[in-house]
């Protein structure tokens, strides 16, 4: 996973705080963020919930969205990241739900996540990722989106004007 020094330093500096609600990474954001130094000063933690029961009882899904998209939409993403920041009582909050592996008999043929971040609350930024053409590994792909999403943070954190804490 990438090192997170500059999403690490500029939420210290500003004194603000990050949770993640996961589900295809499954605890990979968790552990990227929690093995940095300093982890303590701003992840609040995180949450992975596999299922639709799960993302609906804690992350406040819509159930009937869920069930008809398998859990795996931007508006799921969405919910996951603006949900976390108040359960976790945090200023920014990350959701990715998505597909690491197929499942032909299920229908689920391609590979694709999505993710959101959000800011007291409300998203910031979402989208669809895509992995590597050809690539297949499943603990790769979950690197991937890891990676990938970790990249956006930064990002936004950098061209993001401050703002102050709550």
């Known amino acids: 996973m990438k090192p997170l020094t500059g999403s690490r330093t500029i939420l210290i500096n500003r004194q603000q705080t990050l949770a993640v609600a996961e589900s295809v990474t ?26 639709l029961g799960q993302k609906a009882r804690h992350l406040g899904l819509d159930p009937i969205h869920g069930q008809q998209t398998d859990c795996v939409s931007v508006e799921t993403a969405r919910a996951l990241s603006e949900n976390c920041c108040s359960l976790f009582s945090s200023h920014w909050g990350i959701g990715i739900t998505g597909y690491a592996s197929t499942v032909p008999e299920e229908g689920i043929t391609e590979l694709y996540a999505y993710y959101s971040i959000a800011a007291d609350g409300e998203e910031m930024k979402s989208a669809r990722i895509t992995p590597p053409p050809g690539e297949e590994d499943p603990i790769t792909i979950r690197y991937f989106y890891t990676n990938a999403v970790i990249d956006v943070l930064l990002e936004i954190l950098t061209t993001v004007i401050q703002k102050k804490p709550r």
């Not at 605890?27 to 992840?43: H, I, N, P, R, T």
């Open 26 to 51: 499954a605890g990979m954001l968790q552990v990227a963020f929690s093995s940095a130094d300093k982890a303590v000063e701003y992840f609040q933690g995180g949450i992975t919930a596999y299922n």
